[in-house]
């Protein structure tokens, strides 16, 4: 029923913030009446940073405690409610640790930006939690996460190739996020955030519009976003390939019985793999060497095309169009128009500052060329390597540790005494 | 009770609950689509009654620009305007109300359908693969093709981007001087460059003269000429490609434009022998459309008429493409200033003045943002200045005058006829006295400022107001013959117009009263052009007449070429150049 609410909010959203988009023109007024200047609303106060920032640690505490100790479905779900409230609704998507990155990201690159250290907590701890202990901030404190959760009705399967090859998107997006926030160009990650437009209550008809169309995907598709866009999941991925404690269907011994694999939405289960043949080994083995020596030819040839980038990102920063603006009004093929008359600004500094972004621009696509060429290398060299396995285990990488698998599960389900003993299926059953 | 019938009855009320479910989750299904159809047809239907993009609003306001004062226009727009927002915010409360209802709607279709799908659940019963081991390897095999054929969609996507984008920024910082046409010690070029004021005045540089008056006042032109009886034509020479602008003169040579959907071009002649000198196609302007706009062949791509300070000449088309060039013939800059909207097609002259080129672009309906008033560094073609008009297309001609101790750039354009400071582009004053489609150009006649409305009226105002003068420095109104396309000459003292039906009219400079008038009985296109003390009409079957700028007509003499003439005479060195259809005559002793 909970859920039923929740998905019935998010149309609600959908219905009602798309109305807010359009703006009403002001009428000529020949009186000379002039409409009042907006004024700038007062600065949050600083107490409640530090409130955000305890919300999130708590949040952070309290889903580990779910996930790990009292493995409750029930205690992450209400988790989740509670994290989109405050998260999602009251703070209205900001500060989120998926926009972090690219605060992080700025501060590095710009010596004159003052990380807020909301946003580097934002940024830090979910990673921290990763690094040791998989994805509980996805699990229940992630309001975008949360809101996908609560309307996946009917989850079907994503073929495994499927998934792969969207599973790109997320490294690459978060290539670009990174690479427009250290140049100064914007934050295209909050931009594009197809849940914040709901958060909100606003935003342009394409973000509704796509964040409906993901909504509607994620009633039978668990988590779009988180899986085939997020670029701080692609972080959180990486993080977990270490993580020291990691998810597990049940404490108590694997009967084999597949209902957790079933149960995953997210194609999270890896089912029991025995160990290969030493014949196709020896195949397995030489493909997997070839592509580990390509790994550096795919970062190079990724460098060399990311550099031809660098025009066609630049023309995202508004210095570098306010530059171009200027210079086509110069040669006459526009005309000066006014918000350009209204910048009042001397357009020779304006075409040198643009000169010098998209410098930086040049050397941003070399590094994210690279990356890219590096995500799609290691994906490559994933897919070939082989890993025996004896149980049904949640892929650390792609588990969202949201304890569906622990309530299917029959060996868990007697360990806490919700099913009696003696209809304890077997292997051999 | 009997067992069976209580198990039968069991086993019933699933199903009967089942279908209860499924037909509330269809019925709230039907009744979401509806609802949202409703919606999404209100939102896209709405868009008719923004104000700003209501045609019959937005027709109002032209109409209300036309004539500003008609308060029933007035009354009109603003009962529209709030209609329309009353419409706005009442769709507004129907959205929000249309929400609400879609959220109830969602929220027991959900219910329900989930509430179905339960009583109709099945145990999962999964078993583990019995290959596992070969699966996984085919996963992985469909996976790696699927990355690979990914990977190569998202580069292809990314280099279609990377390979279609093109920048305006120069390739380092070191050309930005050049850019803003400086030299590298940072001065401007322009200005360095002196201004041939005496040179200037015994030209012809622009359309009507040096002062768009279409006036000569020191200079003499022959009385008589008949080129069937070889008399009084000292060349004669071909013109590659039509055109309706008139011939420029400066020092030994004469320029003029032609042009058609295909090919746009200058032409420079020899005054002496009427040699072509050169001729330089303006192809490749950056910007320009590579197909030319349609343009009437009444008007052409060449009506407008070319000007030269002496130093470059330069030339604009109906295209929009502006170029100016050396007296070599090579083109020194030139830009596309975007294909004019104009009925007609574009015919306003270009001016110069002190290096500057002076370009008056008024086109459209009068919306805000598409006419406009440029001055360029004649040089470097760098925009000095630019000034929005508020007016629709005109075909007038701007002009140059010194006067209330400010160099003034005169416009005419529907309603206003306006003067802008040189220096800056500051409106110094404005008169509403214009209507109809504004062809003749101001002149500057007596030191008052003339504009016409066409076949309507002649308007005169003193130069020294501010803002709108047009009740406090009007000097005097004619509706004396007025033309509907040619423009007004003088020589200060007289005025002298003529009318398409070739009827000419004089009026006293000073207060506008009408002093005689001369019925030619020919049509006439060309506006009449004055060389000392004689003025020159010339139809447009080629005849023309000389007579004494005078307060009573007193016929000179007469000329007769094999051609058609729609453009102004120019004078330059004692001899009067006619521009023809077909081609370009000198006028005068050899």
Redesign the interface.
Known sequence: ?RR??N???G??LL??T??AE?R??P?DFESGYKIPAPTTPFARAEFLQYLDMAALLAALGVSLWLVYRSRSRRGIAALSLCSLAYFGFYRKGCVCAIGSVQNVALAMFDSHYALPLTALVFFLAPLVVALFAGRAFCAAVCPQGAIQDLVL??PIKV????????G?IPS?FLGAGVIFAATGSGFIICRYDPMVPFFRFNGSSLMLGVGAAFLLVGMFVGRPYCRFLCPYGALLRMATAASQWRVRVTPDTCT????C???CPFGALR????A?KSE?LRGARKRLTVLLLLLPVWIGLGAL?GS??A??A??VNPT?KL??RY????????????EIQRAEKN??PV??S???I?KRFELCGWLFGGW?GLV?GA??IA??T?RKRSDFEPDPGACYACARCFETCPSERIRRGLMPVELEPTNKE | MNPELANAGQENLPRAAYRAWLAAAWIAAVFCLALSATLLYQRATATTNDPWKSPQLRELKARLAQAPKDTQIKTQIRALDLEYRQRFFRRLRMDRTGGWLLLGGVTVFLLAAQQAAGLRKTQAAPQPSPDAAAEALRQAGHARWAVGVGGAVVCGCLAFVALNTQTCLPASAADIPQLFGKTSGGAASAAGELFPLAEFQANWPRFRGPDGSGCSPKGTAPLAWDEQAKTGVVWKSAIPLPGFNSPIVWGNRVFISGGDAEKRAVFCYDTADGKLVWERPIENVAGSPAKAPEIMEQTGYAASTMATDGRRVYVIFANGDLAALGFDGAVVWSKHLGVPKNQYGHATSLAVWQGKLIVQLDQGEGEPGNSRLTVFDGSTGKVVWEKARKVPGSWASPIVVEAAGKTQIITAGVPWLAAYAFADGAELWKAEVLDGEVTPSPILAGGLICGASPSNKLTAFRPDGSGDVTKTHLAWTSEENIPDVTSPATNGELIFYITSSGMLTCLDAKDGKKLWEHDFEVEMQASPGIAGNRVYVVSTTGQAWVFEAAREYKELGKGALDDKFFASPAFAAGRLYLRGNASLYCIGEK
């Open positions: 029923m039923f609410l998905i019935l909010l149309f609600l219905g009602s798309a109305l359009q009403f023109p009428p009705l009917k073929p495994a190739w499927l998934e792969h090859a969207l790109l690459l084999q019985c597949a209902l694999q079933h149960s089912e029991p793999v025995p290969a196709s095309g031809k980038l025009t066609a630049s023309m570098v530059a171009e210079v086509r009004s110069l040669s006459g093929g526009e005309k000066e128009p006014l357009p020779e075409v040198a643009a000169l010098d998209r890219a799609l994906k490559f897919l070939s082989r």
